[in-house]
């Protein structure tokens, strides 16, 4: 049944590809920061740190289901400005949960792998995060407000998600790798990082199959393929027929990164299998998409 869906951060990589998704199915109600276009429609500009504005937002707009992506989305992003990082990854998480509460809404709100401190692969939903950075305890807290404010939601983890769309926000992983090499230039990248990357429509199809689905809780998404940060990039200049010896293994240490990260980042997804059918794609089945989606 199509429902009234507002979905923020629409104009972000997980964004594109949800309101891409949902397109023609929902009404869907696109929010952004800056408020540009994108292909699915215009995006309302609203800034969601203005706490005290939300709850009257929300209730001009009447949405069914807050699908929430908006956030400060970088680890480093958050140490340069950790006010900004709690005004928006944890106030106004809990205001639109309690807004959701109070109208009967449902709330698809997104976290991270973050949360977790990189001592092992593998994690379940049931497993204690420990997060190592302060973006990942304004994730752990947002979750934490989502729970405590509503039943009917949904927490989703995706790890390292990549895609491709038109003037996204920021670039994604692959992408930073495809500009570099095309412009013909070094690039170091952590040998020492593992993880599983997730490609974004596959992260939209799990939204999409939960907006009419009862199920409540934490689920973790990643793709099946567990690889180093390096390897990951050897397959990007692979795929793309670039030359992966500009590509150097450095170790987490040398990079100096403002904020920690998790060296060991794998999920165990079967919660989202056995759910809702969910079944990611492998890296280079991913970024063949990516291909077709750079000639859209
Ligand atoms: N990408 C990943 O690898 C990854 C991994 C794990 C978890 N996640 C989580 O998934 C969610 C989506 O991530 P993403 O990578 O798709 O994000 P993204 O590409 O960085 O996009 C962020 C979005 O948030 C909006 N936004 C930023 N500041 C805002 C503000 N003050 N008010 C309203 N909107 C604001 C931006 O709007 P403008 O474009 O107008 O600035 C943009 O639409 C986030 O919660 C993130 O923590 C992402």
């Not at 509503?150 to 983890?157: A, F, S």
Request: net charge negative.
């Amino acid at each position: 049944m199509s429902k009234r869906v507002l979905l923020t951060g629409s104009t972000g990589l997980i964004g594109r590809h949800v309101a891409r998704a949902l397109h023609g199915k929902h009404q869907l109600i696109l929010a952004s920061h800056a408020g540009h276009p994108i292909p699915e429609g215009r995006t309302l500009p609203f800034d969601l740190r203005e706490a005290g504005k939300i709850t009257t937002w929300l209730d001009s707009l009447t949405p069914d289901v807050v699908v929430h992506t908006a956030a400060v989305t970088s680890a480093d992003a958050a140490v340069q400005s950790p006010e900004e990082a709690e005004l928006l990854n944890v106030t106004a998480t809990r205001t639109i949960a309690e807004w959701c509460a109070m109208r009967g809404a449902r709330m698809i709100h997104f976290s991270t792998d973050f949360v977790f401190d990189g001592t092992k692969s593998g994690w379940t939903e049931f497993e204690k995060p420990v997060p190592l950075s302060w973006y990942g305890e304004t994730k752990l807290k947002s979750e934490v407000m989502v729970r405590e404010a509503l039943e009917n939601h949904v927490i989703l983890r995706p790890i390292l998600v990549y895609g491709r769309a038109d003037a996204l926000s920021r670039l994604n992983f692959p992408l930073l790798v495809l500009d570099k090499l095309r412009a013909g230039e070094t690039m170091r990248i952590t040998a020492d990082q593992f993880r599983m990357p997730t490609y974004a429509g596959d992260v939209a199809v799990a939204v999409d199959q939960l907006l009419e689905h009862s199920f409540s809780g934490v689920m973790h998404l990643a793709g099946p393929d567990y690889v180093s940060v390096y390897s990951f990039a050897e397959r990007v200049a692979a795929s793309f027929g670039l030359n992966r010896e500009l590509l150097h293994p450095v170790s987490t240490h040398e990079m100096q990164f403002l904020a920690e990260r998790p060296l060991i980042s794998g999920f165990d997804t079967s919660l989202a299998q056995s759910e809702i059918g969910w079944s990611p794609t492998g890296i280079d089945q991913g970024l063949s998409q990516m291909k077709e989606d750079m000639v859209l």
